[in-house]
């Protein structure tokens, strides 16, 4: 067993580690050897004719890779223009969503078998909508049923709780965005090229971040310590306050929230106390003051800040009481850095709590039944 681990005490912290190369495997032949095209060339139905139709996308999704969604969205409407709107698979059905031929329908599963997420494909197909697929399973149902696929090259992933995949298919939405760019002309080629020359440079930024392991490590044990902390974000960051908060609760049973870091004040502010633990991602630089005014929201009612944030952002390591760097990257690009120390944190404080990291209770990692 420890050799299936590769040495790693835990698949969760193997496939963590594995990170920088599921990166390169995903990236792999999809950019260009000059560095500045994207190619898809899997993808079959969804010509450059096609994708000129579509004019609304759905992404539609559960748990960890509904999050991947969120950035997905994000992405998209930044790079292509198009109107997104994403939904968890349990609800998407449910709400009669407005599904034309026109539509765009991405559904995001690493094990391409959760039983809501290929409901929801199936729905969207009825309706007449292109289904793409990004999936870590080449053979399983949501591939097999979609009209186009991209396969995420994480590799099997064993532990309940999703790092790797996750990570995966932020890099499959990247480069979705950005061929979808390219096809409608929405970005320049050299912002093409910046966005992928800095694609490039993740996995190992990755491994600049997993050699800090230790100092996360530290934290982690005085987190587990509490029964309540907070994730605040704004933008990209929120949404991966979002799978932090989910990771956290997964596996350390600790209840935790991420919010808006500007909705705090219309409810949650009156949870902070002194001593509780928020974690402050604060990685967009548009957003920065605006984050650092919420900080000092949480500061002043007693919190315990721990910031992630930029490598050379003084200011914002001046208002927090303890910091985590991640390596300088484009805006869009950060969340494929800044959910690692997350993960590990997530990590840590389960060891901390004595859990059984990957096999928390109650949960499975595949669920096929609705
Ligand atoms: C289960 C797992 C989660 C996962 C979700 C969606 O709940 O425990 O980690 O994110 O299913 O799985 P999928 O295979 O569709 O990505």
Known sequence: VTAEKAGFDHFMLKEIHEQP????????????????????????????????????????????AYHAGMVGKYIIEKMARIPVEIDVASEYRYRSPIITKDTLVIVVSQSGETADTL????????????????????????????????VTLAGPEIAVASTKAYTSQLVAFYLF???????LGTQTAAEIAETLAA??????????????????KGVAEEMAKHDNLFFIGRGLD????LEGSLKLKEISYIHSEAYAAGELKHGTLALIEEGVP???????????????????????????????????E????????STFVIPKTLDVLAPALSVVPLQLLSYYASLARGNDVDKPRNLAKSVTVE
């Open 177 to 183: 965005g950005l061929h979808l760019a390219q096809t």
């Open 119 to 150: 409901a929801a494909l199936r729905e969207a197909k009825r309706c007449g909508a292109h289904v793409l697929a990004i999936t870590n399973v080449v053979g399983s149902s949501v591939a097999r049923e979609a009209d186009d696929m991209i």
């Open 278 to 312: 928020v974690i402050a991602l604060a990685t967009q630089h548009e957003l920065l003051e605006k984050t650092v005014s919420n900080i000092k929201e949480v500061k002043a009612r007693g919190a315990n800040v721990l910031g992630i944030a930029v490598e050379g």
């Open 21 to 64: 190369r599921a990166y390169r495997d995903t990236m792999g032949s999809r950019i260009s050897a000059d560095g500045t095209q994207v190619t898809l060339n899997e993808l079959t139905t969804l010509t450059p004719e096609a994708i000129r139709e579509i004019n609304r996308v759905h992404i539609v999704a559960c748990g960890t």
């Open 199 to 216: 694609l490039k440079a993740l996995p190992e930024q990755v491994e600049a971040i997993l050699e800090q392991a230790e100092a996360i």
């Open 314 to 321: 003084l200011e914002l390591q001046k208002s927090v009481d």
């Open 238 to 241: 929120y949404a991966v306050a």
